[in-house]
């Protein structure tokens, strides 16, 4: 069964650095999206994207936050200037369809992020 | 007000209980409606997608009340397998999801 594939599984970076989440989306899936969840808490979304542009973020994602697909198959969450607060697990989903669809969203593994 | 409510639990129950898990949501206009499992420390699992009619599987049956904006999941003869957190989710217009925080799940021997 396609998967979607997160790499890495655990990043450790210094507060003040910047970050890439990377990954790999089921290859026919179309909608992609970033969430991460804070131990202990639930699962917030951060951004959705579609067609080669954002289509939905929360109010979380702000400016430190940017998503890109660089290539056919790579979708990367970067974070810039970490604090401490970002320290979460962020798990990428993919889509074959959008809202609407009742299309469900498949998860990766996720990244352990830890800022030090 | 929260996008999407869920009593944490936790719910302790014995082997071969049915037990049922209600999320309620605020938007009227929301879409679509799923409930995922999530064990610990790992990520989400969709466990099904729920339909206005109603939707069983196996022994799983989802419910969908618009008229009152909740969300019902019912699972009979619990395994210990089936221990888990059950994640609520809505997808409201814009191709927003949104989570509830899970309501915790311990089936005992």
């Known amino acids: 069964e396609p998967e979607v594939t997160q790499t890495p599984s655990h990043q450790v970076t210094q507060m003040g650095q910047e970050v890439i989440l990377r990954c790999v989306p089921i290859s026919n899936h179309l909608y992609f999206y970033w969430y991460r969840q804070i131990l202990g808490q639930k699962v917030e979304f951060l951004v959705s994207?579609?067609?080669?542009?954002?289509?939905?973020k929360s109010e979380i994602f702000d400016d430190q936050f940017s998503v890109e697909r660089p290539d056919g198959s790579n979708f990367t969450l970067k974070i810039r200037s970490t604090k401490l607060e970002d320290s979460a697990m962020y798990f990428c989903?993919?889509?074959?369809?959008?809202?609407?669809?009742?299309?469900?969203?498949?998860f990766g593994d996720g990244t352990r992020l830890s800022i030090l | 007000r929260k996008e999407v409510e869920q009593d944490p639990g936790p719910f302790n129950v014995p082997e071969g209980a049915t037990v049922a898990f209600n999320c309620t949501y605020s938007?009227?206009?929301?879409?679509?409606f799923f409930w995922y499992r999530q064990d610990c420390r790992k990520e989400p699992k969709l466990l099904m997608s729920?339909?206005?009619s109603g939707n069983e599987d196996g022994r799983f049956t989802a419910q969908l009340n618009r008229a009152s904006q909740y969300i019902s999941l019912l699972i009979r003869d619990s395994k210990l397998s089936d221990s888990a957190t059950y994640l609520c989710?809505?997808?409201?217009?814009?191709?927003?999801?949104?989570f509830g925080t899970g309501t915790s799940l311990t089936v005992i021997p």
């Open positions: 994207f579609y067609n080669n542009e954002i289509s939905e």
């Open positions: 729920v339909y206005s």
């Open positions: 989710v809505v997808n409201i217009p814009g191709n927003q999801f949104y």
């Open positions: 989903a993919s889509s074959a369809m959008g809202q609407n669809s009742n299309q469900p969203q498949h």
């Open positions: 938007n009227s206009a929301s879409q679509s």
